[in-house]
Structures are given as C-alpha cells and as structure tokens.
C-alpha cells in the first residue's frame, strides 16, 4: 500500500510540473520554444521597415498578440521584401486544439513583432489568395522541408483553410 502512495504521489509530481511550468509561462517576458509566453516587457519601439528583406534566412520570429496578450514563436517568408507568417495543420484534429492563436487575429490583427530585441507594432492581415502562392510556399520548402503540391492545390488548400496565410503589415 505504501508503495502505491509513494507512486501515486510521483505522478501527481510529473503531472503537475508541465501544467506549473505552461501557468507560469504566462508571465514570461515572451515565448520559450513552441510554449506560449506572456507579454513582452523588453525591446525597444522602433518603426517598421517598408523593407523585411533583413529577415531572409532567419527562420523565426517572435510575436504577440494584443487581446489576449500571448506572445509566441512563428515561421517567417520574406518574397518581394513583404513579410509573411503561415499557421498550418488549421483543419487538422492537432491543428485545432494547438492553433488558437490564428483564431484569435480574426477579433483583433494588431500584433508586436520582436526581433532583434527592437519592437514592431504591426497587424497580420489574412489572405485568402496570393499572385505568388507558389514562389511564397517555394520559400517554406527551402526552409522547413515542406512538401510542395501544384498551384491549384496550393490554392485550394489555402481557400479551404488548410493553412492560414498572413502578411505583416502596418497598423
């Protein structure tokens, strides 16, 4: 009996640890990883650029989002020196208990970007379509490995919601 308390109290520990560490992650000044942190409170206000191409080759971007004030780790594609940001797997069983955050710009687009420790007020517009999907999706591949389907796949997969397509624009 005592051996069934001693690891009945050891898994209580294990799984308290994660829920503790994602609780206090809230108040983190930004993300840690693929965890979602809290407000940023360092970095500096700085104007955007009208140019992004500074972040080709750089795979991830920091961001947070206003309501609520989560900050989180994105990839980035920079084409045309425009800045965007893909949510994949949103139709997918995994895509629609992780990906809250695409849900959440539809009430409120406005974000901060933080790169480099200088900060961006910003807003991610959705697209619904894009004149270069593929050249954009041919920077993903490069990048992350990504599978590359036909243009009209790409499309569809974009105007089904598949993914979600964003450009970082001005506020």
């Known amino acids: 009996m005592k051996i069934l308390k001693i690891i009945g109290a050891l898994v209580l ?5 994660p829920v503790i560490y994602l609780g ?11 965890v979602a942190g809290g407000p940023f409170k360092t970095g500096e206000l700085t104007p955007a650029p009208d140019d992004w191409t500074f972040l080709k080759g750089r795979a991830e ?3 947070q989002s206003l309501d ?4 989180r780790v994105v990839w980035l594609g920079v084409l045309d020196s425009r800045l965007y940001v893909i949510s994949g797997y949103m139709n997918t069983f995994t895509g629609k208990i ?3 955050w695409p849900r959440q710009l539809e009430a409120d687009d406005r974000v901060i970007l933080r790169i480099d420790g200088k ?3 910003q807003r991610m517009e ?8 593929l050249g954009l999706m041919e920077i993903y591949k490069e ?14 997969a974009l105007e089904n919601g598949d993914f979600w397509l964003y450009e970082v624009v001005d506020r």
Do not use: C, T
Not at 24 to 34: C, E, H, K, L, T
């Open 126 to 133: 959705r697209l619904m379509s894009h004149p270069n999907l």
């Open 68 to 71: 609520p004030a989560v900050s």
């Open 61 to 63: 971007i920091e961001f």
């Open 143 to 156: 990048k992350y490995g990504a599978g590359l389907a036909s243009p009209d796949q790409l499309n569809q």
């Open 119 to 121: 900060l961006y007020e």
């Open 13 to 17: 520990v294990l799984l308290l640890i």
């Open 24 to 34: 206090a992650m809230r108040f983190a000044d930004g993300p840690s990883d693929i």
């Open 98 to 100: 992780w990906k809250h």
